[in-house]
């Protein structure tokens, strides 16, 4: 006889087939009136609470070694940031304000990134609740960004040996400049970076491939260019991990974006970008990156809408049933 109860524990246990790492400190950062909408990693916690996934599917975040942080960063740069020694201009290109709350969540941010990138190669798929901090240089930051998450990330796994080489897939609207920087010359790390050419930032250090669109451009350049570049890219470099920076600002509705990128277009190119990894069973660690809609719910939306779409994928691709399908044939 069939145990009905297990039966609908199992489901329930499978609701989402992949982990995600968020720290509820991310939110209490105070940034006055800002646009950045910190509000947005508990609102996506508590929707994510809402469409039934378990609590114990939330890891923590710890915070990352300065070792890690020394692939990418300068010693001189971390020192001056734990030590609240910015000077004016450092703090004027960071466009946030200064706090102990602020660095301690760029820091865990960091440790975020490794945590789900570490967990996305032993799932297939992990979702950092956080982290896509791409302005972030290797001596200043920029744009809301102090410590580029996704490239420590990135050259931890390197170092450590547990990846050969990795691409970081941006389709923040912003050009992921403080990533082409840092990773830039590096034959195990390759760059793509799709976004709005006629916004910040105005100079644009090369990716190994930059896409640009212009203001107005709509969903259907948008998803052509990611069609005819993402499944060749994925295949031509064959990357161990891939890091994908699911910015929500190519939306039309957006503060800072000028693209006409519609729920469903930015929908299709989560599938696009999610899909074609994990068809070749290639890890994904998604990152949130930016997102200023007018609405805050709309950001959220995007974000949970990213997340459905891995949910989808993941359960068409999960290791497991790739497994069971390699058994069956
Ligand atoms: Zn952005």
Not at 217 to 223: A, I, N, S, T
Request: with cysteine; proline share 4%.
């Amino acid at each position: 006889m069939v145990d009905f109860s297990k039966f609908l524990k199992h489901l329930w246990r499978e609701k989402f087939p992949f982990k995600f790492v968020y720290s509820d400190s991310y939110w209490m950062v105070d940034l006055e009136e800002h646009v950045f909408p910190i509000k947005k990693y508990r609102l996506i916690y508590e929707r994510l609470l809402r469409s039934g996934a378990k609590k114990e599917k939330f890891i923590s975040p710890s915070m990352p070694d300065d070792k890690a942080l020394l692939f990418v960063h300068s010693q001189r740069y971390i020192k001056k940031i734990k030590a609240g020694k910015l000077s004016s201009s450092e703090l004027q290109a960071l466009e946030i304000p200064y706090s102990a709350e602020g660095i301690e969540f760029a820091f865990l941010n960091v440790g975020g990134t490794i945590e789900a990138a570490e967990l996305a190669q032993k799932e297939g798929l992990c979702i950092h609740i956080g982290g896509g901090f791409h302005h972030a240089f290797y001596d200043h930051g920029e744009g809301f960004c102090v410590l580029n998450d996704t490239a420590v990330a990135l050259e931890h796994l390197k170092q450590k040996g547990d990846i050969q080489k990795a691409m970081v897939v941006d389709c923040d609207v912003h050009q992921g400049n403080g990533t082409a920087s840092v990773l830039s010359g590096k034959e195990h790390a390759f760059t793509f970076s799709i976004h709005q050419m006629d916004l910040y930032p105005a100079i644009k250090p090369e990716s190994s491939l930059d896409v640009g669109l212009w203001s107005g451009d709509g969903d259907e350049k948008y998803l052509e260019l990611l069609n005819s570049n993402i499944p060749r890219i994925y295949h031509e470099y064959k990357p161990d991990l891939i890091f994908y920076l699911a910015g929500a600002d190519p939306f039309e509705k957006d503060q800072l974006g000028g693209l006409k990128i519609t729920m469903l277009g930015l929908k299709e190119r989560d599938n696009i970008v999610l899909k074609n990894a994990r068809k070749l069973r290639i890890p994904v660690v998604v990152v949130l990156a930016g997102g200023y809609a007018y609405d805050i719910d709309d950001t959220v939306t995007i974000h949970m809408n990213t997340i459905k779409v891995a949910q989808k994928v993941q359960r068409k691709y999960s290791p497991k049933k790739i497994y069971k399908q390699a058994e069956d044939q």
